[in-house]
């Protein structure tokens, strides 16, 4: 149950600090430039966007054998709906200037820093991105930084295109996300790496036996 509890919090967390990101109005981060970019292009929700980008993801994943777990669903799909439903509660204003909005884009990237942690501490499974960042390492051979900077360029440059806002918040956020997580963690004393997590059919057989018992 605390697991649960602590997959759902750190969506949530999660979900906050993209809005956070993107209310930020200086640039968005490299996902957040496509996801606005096919909202804008298809007329739907960012979140909506949000969730269809992820299930593409997750199907070529799955397709290439990789293991996906519960989180990797919740993710995919409550991420979403968190997106949505803080945007459509208005509880956060936009940025009207640039003190604000660093201030809000930087908390935006320590709030999704610490939704990782929660989300990550689970063991419910990896995230689509990271999960399409493994695949790519293992099908390329190219180092795994190399292969996430690869896909953050390419879904920014496709946004861009689409319509999603670049600026300097896209560089501060791909440059700022990975010292914010690395501050974080230190925080918490969390080593990622060390987290085994659990495929859907280890979590079934893991309830099954409890229930049964």
């Known amino acids: 149950m605390i697991r ?3 997959l759902l919090f750190g969506t949530l967390l999660f979900s906050l600090g993209i809005v956070l990101t993107i209310k930020a109005n200086i640039g968005y981060a490299p996902w957040e430039v496509f996801h606005v ?3 804008l292009s298809v007329k739907i929700s960012i979140g909506l966007a949000s969730i269809i980008a992820g299930i593409v993801v997750v199907a070529f994943v799955t397709a290439c054998g990789e293991k996906i777990g519960i989180g990797t669903l919740t993710s995919m799909v409550v991420t979403g709906v968190f997106i949505d439903l803080i945007i ?3 509880i956060i204003p936009l940025a009207e200037n640039i003190i604000v909005s660093i201030a809000m ?4 990237l320590f709030i999704i820093s ?3 942690y929660f989300y990550i501490s689970s063991a419910f499974g990896a995230g689509p991105r ?4 493994v695949v790519l390492n293992r099908l390329t051979k190219l180092p795994v930084g190399v292969c996430r900077s690869l896909v953050e360029f390419f879904v920014t440059l496709v946004g861009w295109f689409l319509g999603g806002m670049v600026g300097a918040g896209t560089l501060i956020s791909a440059i700022g996300i990975g010292i914010c997580i690395q501050i974080v963690f230190a925080i918490f004393r969390f080593d ?3 987290v085994e997590h659990e495929s859907i059919k280890q979590t079934y057989e893991s309830l099954t036996s409890i229930f049964s018992g």
């Open 130 to 133: 990271d999960n399409l960042m």
């Open 4 to 6: 649960i509890l602590s």
């Open 37 to 39: 970019g096919f909202a």
């Open 114 to 116: 610490v939704g990782s």
């Open 88 to 90: 459509m509660l208005n």
């Open 192 to 194: 990622a790496a060390s």
């Open 105 to 108: 884009l930087v908390s935006g």
